[in-house]
C-alpha cells in the first residue's frame, strides 16, 4: 500500500526567501505526482503534475522535481511572498485503482 | 466555465439522518471522485468513476453510496450519518485514459457536521 509522507508539517519563512517542501513516498511504482495548494476553508488548486517518465516541472517560481529511484519529490519556490502561505500537499497516483494517495501537507506561512 | 461545483457548502445533521452531497463539473470529464479530508489523515478516497455508468470503492467507502447520474453528476449519499462522518467532503474530475497525464481537478468542498 502506498504511503506518501510530509516533512515538516509546517514551515515559516521570512519573505523574499527560496524554500524547498519535501515529499516521500513508498512505492515507486508511480503513474504521476501531483501538488495542490489548499487555502484555508477552501478547495484544492492543482499547481504541477509531474509524469513518472519526468525528472521535473516548472510553474513561473515553483519548480518541482521527482526522484522515483528514492521515492522523493520536492517543490521548490523560489522568491516567496506573503500571498505563498497556504498549505501544500502532494499526492501520488499509484495502484490498480484509479486514486490519489495524499500526504499531510507542509502548512507554509511567509512572513512579511 | 465553473469547473468542479459542490453543493451543499456546508451541512449539519443528526446521527441517524440521511443526505446526499451533490458534484457536478462542466469540463467533459471522463472520471469523478469523491474524498473525504480530516486533521492529520490527509484526503482518502471512498469511491470513483472511471467512466458514465461505472463506479467503484475506493479506501473507505462504508456508510456511503454513490450515483454516477450522468457525465457531469456525481453523488455521495450518506444513508444514516454517524459523527465520524463529521469531516471535509471533496469531488474531483479527471479525463485522461493515459494515468501519466491524470490531473485531478477539485472542488470547493463540502463541511459535514454530524452531531
Known amino acids: 500500500k502506498q504511503e506518501v509522507t510530509q516533512i515538516p508539517a509546517a514551515l515559516s519563512v521570512p519573505e523574499g526567501e527560496n524554500l524547498v517542501l519535501n515529499c516521500s513516498f513508498t512505492?515507486?511504482?508511480?503513474?504521476?505526482l501531483q501538488w495542490f495548494r489548499q487555502d484555508p476553508g477552501k478547495g484544492l488548486t492543482s499547481l504541477l503534475l509531474?509524469?513518472?517518465?519526468?525528472r521535473e516541472q516548472t510553474s513561473g517560481r515553483l519548480n518541482a522535481s521527482l526522484d522515483k529511484s528514492s521515492g522523493r519529490s520536492t517543490l521548490y519556490i523560489a522568491a516567496s511572498q506573503p500571498g505563498d502561505s497556504a498549505t501544500y500537499l502532494c499526492?501520488?497516483?499509484?495502484?490498480?485503482?484509479?486514486?490519489?494517495?495524499f500526504g499531510s501537507g507542509t502548512q507554509l506561512t511567509v512572513l512579511p | 466555465n465553473a469547473g468542479v461545483t459542490q453543493t451543499p457548502k456546508f451541512q449539519v445533521l443528526k446521527t441517524g439522518q440521511s443526505m446526499t452531497l451533490q458534484c457536478a463539473q462542466d469540463?467533459?470529464?471522463?472520471?469523478m471522485y469523491w474524498y473525504r479530508q480530516d486533521p492529520g489523515m490527509g484526503l482518502r478516497l471512498i469511491y470513483y468513476?472511471?467512466?458514465?455508468?461505472?463506479?467503484d470503492k475506493g479506501e473507505v467507502p462504508n456508510g456511503y453510496n454513490v450515483s454516477r447520474l450522468n457525465k457531469r453528476e456525481f453523488s455521495l449519499r450518506l444513508e444514516s450519518a454517524a459523527p465520524s462522518q463529521t469531516s471535509v467532503y471533496f469531488c474531483?474530475?479527471?479525463?485522461?485514459?493515459?494515468?501519466?497525464?491524470?490531473?485531478?481537478?477539485f472542488g470547493p468542498g463540502t463541511r459535514l457536521t454530524v452531531l
Open positions: 474531483a474530475s479527471s479525463d485522461h485514459r493515459d494515468r501519466a497525464y491524470n490531473e485531478q481537478f
Open positions: 512505492d515507486s511504482a508511480i503513474y504521476n
Open positions: 509531474i509524469q513518472s517518465s519526468q
Open positions: 499526492a501520488a497516483d499509484s495502484g490498480s485503482a484509479r486514486q490519489l494517495t
Open positions: 469540463m467533459n470529464h471522463n472520471s
Open positions: 468513476s472511471a467512466s458514465e455508468g461505472t463506479t
